[in-house]
């Protein structure tokens, strides 16, 4: 009898053993108990211009869980990292991202119109931000305008696929849009990668039919900061996915969207997160 009560106990604490390690097993979760996912909008980009390996490794530096980026693709077929779909605010060139080679797109200086000091920023390629970060921070990837550019989502795949990051934690890499059509495309052809709708700002708020059937293809659901409710995350909760709005740029926001239990949030301002985060721990 007591020998079965001690096989017991052992395998409790065996299958325990193994629960433990899964819930941390990635290498990247923030902090030392469960708390917001901070997420660093094209890098740290209140401190740095945004989509640049400056933007990043400050992210990084400050200790971001994600690095948040956009992605579109050059005239020769590159995924490269921007916003807007021309490069004149960001860079001292002119005209549409996908009318550029790589090559032309490199060439381009994407710092200084935010500092002098970052004169020397690129545009990064998608494979480019992958080979200097995969496995060193969490990644939110958003396909921006992807209708314009057919195949982006197999092609993210691929890239994906090729630096291992279809295998990793769930959560630590999330594909998002605000194209939902584009982001099921994207769970169909990676189920084993986590996906996120992003919704605009709209004065209705988001219907419920329209939540439930987000949830048959993504993990997270991520609206505008304004749309942003205890009741509107609780719904998300309850259809199994998880919300990280945007974009909280200052404490008032970070603080209200903590308070009506978000999963974390996303803001140019990672330390405003991380500063929440610390109070918390101290208490
Ligand atoms: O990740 C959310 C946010 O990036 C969506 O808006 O315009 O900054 O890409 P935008
Ligand atoms: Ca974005």
Do not use: C
């Not at 901070?38 to 992210?59: L, V």
């Not at 926001?253 to 990672?270: E, K, R, W």
């Amino acid at each position: 009898m007591y020998r079965y009560i001690f096989l017991v106990l052992a395998a409790s604490v065996f299958l325990w053993g193994i629960n433990e390690a899964r819930g941390t097993s990635s290498k990247y979760t923030q902090g030392e108990e469960k708390e917001l996912l901070t997420i660093a909008h094209r890098g740290a980009s209140g401190y740095a211009p945004e989509n640049t390996f400056a933007s990043f490794d400050k992210a990084i530096r400050m200790k971001a869980g994600y690095i948040e980026f956009d992605i579109q693709r050059s005239r020769d077929g590159k995924l490269v990292v921007i916003h807007d779909p021309s490069v004149d605010r960001t860079t001292n060139g002119r005209g549409p991202v996908s009318g550029k080679s790589l090559k032309e797109l490199q060439e381009l200086d994407a710092g200084s119109w935010f500092s002098e000091e970052f004169s020397n920023e690129k545009i990064p390629s998608f494979e480019e931000l992958l080979n200097r970060y995969a496995g060193k921070v969490n990644l939110l990837i958003e396909l921006k305008n992807p209708a314009v550019y057919p195949g982006i989502e197999e092609e993210t795949a691929d890239m994906l696929k090729k630096y291992h990051l279809d295998r990793q934690p769930k959560d630590a890499v999330i594909v998002q849009s605000f194209d939902k059509r584009s982001v099921k495309n994207f769970h169909k052809i990676m189920p084993s990668v986590s996906t996120g709708v992003l919704v605009k700002f709209r004065p209705l708020g988001i219907p419920g039919w329209q939540l439930k059937e987000i949830a048959r293809y993504a993990d997270f659901v991520n609206p505008n900061k304004g749309l942003m409710n205890e009741q509107l995350v609780k719904q998300i909760h309850r259809l199994g996915m998880k919300t990280i709005p945007y974009t909280a740029n200052d404490r008032e926001t970070v603080s209200y969207l903590q308070s009506i239990g978000v999963d974390g949030m996303i803001s140019n301002y990672p330390d405003y997160i991380l500063e929440l985060s610390n109070k918390r721990n101290e208490k």
